[in-house]
C-alpha cells in the first residue's frame, strides 16, 4: 500500500462510496471491508488503518453501516455525500482539447438569494475548474464542460438555476484565446 497522508485514507472511501453506493461488510472474514482492494493493504497495520477510518468516518456520521445480503454494507449518509461532492469539485478539472473545436462554453446562473451559499459555491467552483468569469454570474471556458456544469449543479442543488451556452463568436475572445492558449 501506498503512502497516505493524514484524513486521505477517509477522503478516499467517501470518493469510493460515492462513486459505487455501497461498499459490502464480508460475514466470512470478521472486520474484512470491500474497500481493501482499493487499497491493497501488505500487513495488519496497513488494514488496522483503513479499518481505524472507517471507524472515525462512521462516528462522524459520514458513513452509516446497515445489515443485509452477505453481512451488510456501508452506505454514505446526507452529511458524508456533501463531504464526498465537495471533495470531488475540489479536484475536478475541465480536460483542455487537443484540437480546439472552435467553441465556447458559457455558464450563466441565476441563484436567488434565498440560496446565497450555494451561489458562492458554484461561483467559486467554476474557478476552480478552470471557467473565467466574464460577468458577475457568467464564466466563460473554450473546452466541453457539461458533465463537470451538471456535477455542480446537483452538489449545491441549484441546477436548474444554471444554463449553458455554445457560442461560436464572443466579443473580446482574442484576450480570452490568450487566456486559454487556444
Known sequence: MKKYKKGEIA???????????????????PNALQIFKYFKPQNAYERARIKRSVALLERRKFIKKKEGGAGGYFTLTAAGKIRAMRRKIETMKIAPQKNWDGKWRIVMFDISEEKKMARR????ALKKLGCVQYQKSVFIIPFPCKTEIDFVGECFGVRNSIRLVLAEHIEGENNLKKIFKV
Open 11 to 29: 477522503e478516499i472511501i467517501l470518493s469510493v462510496l460515492l462513486a459505487t453506493g455501497v461498499v459490502a461488510v464480508a460475514i466470512m472474514a
Open 121 to 124: 459555491a458554484v461561483n467559486h
